[in-house]
């Protein structure tokens, strides 16, 4: 059973470190002016609650396997995510707006966040795959 959460939490990790990719290389490519802003915004937020899932799937599988130094690592990325959708502004498209993205540096935010999600899953991978392999030979 052990083995099996692990198994689930390192294939959303891998989802998660994707989208993490595509992330940045999206916003990569709207500050080299190689997309326009709503394209940029439209891809994005598109995956917003398809992330939201992926980490709210990856910390619930922990509480209820009882992982707990796990569960408390990933609550607070899972408790930002809900706290970002849920304080979009009326009248934005999403989290990432076309009419926004340039203002106050918004999209080096953007950028840095997107940074440390995919850092954060790449730690989160190795974690997963060290406590699926020794799950697995304690079986």
């Known amino acids: 059973m ?19 990719v595509y992330f940045i290389i999206t916003l990569s490519d709207l500050e080299c002016d190689y997309i326009n802003a709503r394209a940029c915004c439209s891809k994005l937020n598109k995956w917003i609650i398809p992330e939201i899932i992926g980490q709210a ?10 992982h707990w130094f796990v569960f408390i690592l990933n609550l607070p990325v899972a408790a930002w995510n809900i706290y970002r959708y849920t304080k979009v502004p009326m009248g934005n498209m999403g989290v990432y707006d076309p009419t926004e993205i340039h203002n106050r ?8 966040e997107a940074m440390i999600k995919l850092g954060f899953h790449l730690l989160c991978f190795f974690i997963y795959l060290y406590s699926m392999i020794l799950a697995l030979i304690n079986d």
């Open 57 to 66: 799937l990856a910390t619930v599988l922990m509480l209820v396997s009882m």
């Open 2 to 20: 052990e083995a099996a959460v692990f198994i689930l939490s390192l294939v959303d990790c891998c989802a998660l470190i994707f989208l993490s």
């Open 105 to 112: 540096g918004q999209l080096k935010s953007h950028m840095k």
